[in-house]
């Protein structure tokens, strides 16, 4: 999905894909660009105490995320949106965060239906499929 035409090249080759803006990725290195290599731990305890640059970085990275995520919901109207990786570590305070910016930015009907969770295995939820692809292949035989 392109997030901003003609933005930051993608790994994909493209220019201004979301991946490039709303990942966990892009949120380090904004963070690296601004302070050096702190860490997303150090960071987001910064940002849980209201550390005004940490929270301004936080705040530009959650508004690319969750414009993705409206332009899904316009599109797709989900009743779940499910987040993973290593980002849900930060859990409750995450997942509040995104669905309160992002319910401001969708139609009032999309509201209703819609729940922003973070994946229950975080970021082992690979893990425990290819675990589980490797057991199902090989127990078929």
Known sequence: MTLYPGGRKCLCGFKGCYEEYASSRALER???????????????????????????????????LCLGLKSLTHALNPSLILIGGGITAQGDFLENAISRRLSGMIMANHKKPLAVKLAKNRNQANLYGAALHFWQTYESR
């Open 30 to 64: 904004r963070v690296t660009d601004q302070f050096g290599a702190i860490g997303l731990e150090t960071f987001f305890e910064r940002v849980k105490q209201g550390y005004a640059t940490e929270t301004e970085i936080f705040d530009g990275w959650l508004d690319d």
